[in-house]
């Protein structure tokens, strides 16, 4: 399975999750950070995303998860051209798209459960519904005894399972994940690797940005690099 | 009931802390408003029981001549005056004020102290009308003018309409001063609501970001702010209902709290009006920070 690839003229398929044409992207009138950026995502794929600190990782993944409009280019996420979609359709969209920051990005005042069932609650879900679902998964992180430790009392590995667990719980289309294994001992980055994989094997597509090679070269996925804002390099997944 | 897993979800926004000072300015306008309102129903109220003790009936006022002779001619005009209407198809009652009467009612102003007993003062004949019935008023006074020339008819018209004004000013000042407070409460929550917006940026960002959609996040605030606004207008509503309270309690006891203006005391019926303002209040905190969430999150891509 193709895991990502250039597009080289290719017309829209119904399978391609997420397509960049020509993407552009700066900041301010600042230097553009992002440069004809063209590749696209097949459903259902899994990709690490690579390249030396500054060249653009978070700002191409800023770009994926609508949090940036683009200066200029074309995205086509999950079939809409968003230059086009409505404003009112982006939230939709969003709940669709789980995110792992690389900051976690809790909310301090809410405990670990209730930081994960948040996007459940924004899906229109109530706690009786998603109770177990979060407890399960808070479990299958190591955090079934921290439920109601508020993310200041969790150590920075602990937080950053809670963000996993967060982006995954809604089984989203796309999950899109920025050094989620940064802060965690190889034993536990391995483990969340098993549940991105497994996330994966379930439809979702995966995108990682990652420094870690290791982590790369121990798995089939597929690597899209990026060097000074330009995708320079693309391997699909082996089988 | 509440499940237990209800309570162990989490408020969207942490519980301000910082709100006291948004709260004493809702606190203070609510008092205002429910100031300007319990005056207004006291104005009302005071101007219909003044409207409705002068309606039906009128005055026969007999001018002393200015020679301050005749007090026997005066005393025969009024018993004429008298024996007239009572005589008059449609009046029920007329009856002459004693000497003691009219010197009460010129006490206020000349003091109880004994009136020269040669100081000219005016005889009234008060006199009621049968309930709706029309007496031809200038006919009449052309008839007593025969019977007593310095009589003056005075049907209480122009101090009705007087009345009537001064009560409709009142009541729409305070109206204005409603609007007012109203246009003031709903500013000092849009100045809290961006204050909170921009003190919980990353917290809305966030839920922005995972797709929450604007009524959620607006939400979150506007009931944030319509249970702050509601409990500071309570309680500066329920101050100013304290001071009519203690007002009705001292013009009880025979004491004047302020001089000159109609009684303060409000009836619980009226008290009970004065619930509009917390109501009303905590209603346009809601508006106004909803509204201002909403514009605030349209600029966010």
Redo the contacts between chains.
């Keep these: 399975m193709a895991v990502a690839a250039f597009l080289a003229g290719q017309s829209f398929r119904s399978d391609v999750m997420l397509r960049f044409e020509n993407v552009g992207m700066r900041y301010g009138t600042g230097p553009e950070v992002l440069r004809d950026v063209t590749f696209l995502l097949e459903s259902g794929s899994f990709t690490f995303l690579t390249g030396a600190s500054g060249a653009g990782k978070t700002t191409l993944l800023k770009l994926m998860?609508?949090?940036?409009?683009p200066t200029r280019g074309l995205i086509t996420l999950f079939g809409n051209d968003l230059a086009t979609t409505r404003r009112a359709d982006?939230?939709?969209?969003?709940?669709?798209?789980g995110?792992v920051f690389q900051d976690f990005?809790l909310?301090?005042?809410?405990?670990a459960?209730?930081n994960v069932?948040?996007?459940l609650?924004?899906?229109g879900r109530g706690?009786?519904a998603y109770?177990h679902d979060v407890e399960e998964l808070l479990g299958w992180v190591g955090l079934g005894a921290r439920l109601?430790a508020k993310p200041a009392t969790l150590s920075g590995g602990e937080q950053q399972r809670v963000a996993i667990a967060r982006a995954v719980v809604a089984r989203p289309d796309l999950l899109l994940a920025d050094e989620p294994t940064g802060n965690v001992d190889a034993e536990i980055g391995q483990r969340l690797i098993r549940l991105f994989g497994e996330l994966n094997r379930l439809g979702t597509t995966v995108l990682i940005a990652t420094h870690d090679r290791s982590l790369i070269e121990r798995t089939r996925a597929g690597e899209m690099r990026l060097v000074d804002g330009r995708v320079i390099e693309l391997r699909t997944s082996r089988p | 009931m509440i499940s237990h897993w209800m309570d162990r979800e989490g408020p969207v926004l942490p519980r301000e802390t910082s709100a006291a000072p948004l709260d004493v300015v809702i606190g203070v306008m609510a008092f205002l408003a429910a100031l300007s309102l319990g005056a207004s129903l006291v104005s009302e109220r005071t101007a219909e029981s003044w409207r409705s003790g002068v309606a039906g009936r009128f005055t026969v006022q007999i001018i002393p001549p200015l020679d301050g002779t005749h007090a026997l001619d005066m005393q025969r005009e009024v018993e004429s005056v008298v024996a007239l209407l009572r005589a008059t198809p449609g009046i029920m009652e007329a009856e002459p004020l004693s000497d003691a009467d009219e010197r009460s009612l010129v006490a206020p102003w000349l003091g109880n102290g004994a009136l020269a007993p040669d100081l000219p003062l005016p005889r009234l004949v008060d006199a009621t009308l049968q309930p709706g019935v029309r007496v031809d008023l200038a006919g009449l006074t052309e008839k007593l003018k025969t019977i007593a020339p310095d009589s003056v008819v005075d049907d209480h018209t122009r101090w009705i309409s007087r009345l009537k004004r001064l009560a409709d000013a009142i009541v729409w000042s305070a109206y204005a001063v409603l609007g007012l407070i109203g246009i003031a409460t709903a500013s000092a929550v849009m100045f809290a609501t961006r204050a909170g917006l921009a003190a919980h940026h990353e917290i809305v960002a966030l839920l922005h970001q995972m797709g929450a959609r604007t009524g959620f996040i607006a939400r979150a605030f506007e009931w944030h702010y319509f249970i702050s606004a509601l409990v500071a207008s309570l309680a500066g509503a329920g101050l100013a209902a304290a001071f009519f309270v203690a007002a009705g309690g001292l013009e009880q006891a025979g004491l004047e709290p302020v001089a000159f203006l109609p009684p303060l005391g409000m009836h619980p019926s009226e008290l009970a009006w004065l619930a509009v303002v917390p109501a009303c209040t905590a209603l346009i905190a809601l508006t106004t920070a909803r509204l201002s969430v909403m514009a605030a999150l349209r600029q966010i891509y």
């Design positions: 998860f609508l949090s940036e409009p982006f939230p939709a969209i969003r709940r669709r798209i995110v990005r909310l301090d005042h809410l405990s459960f209730d069932a948040l996007p609650r924004l899906a706690p009786d109770r109601d």
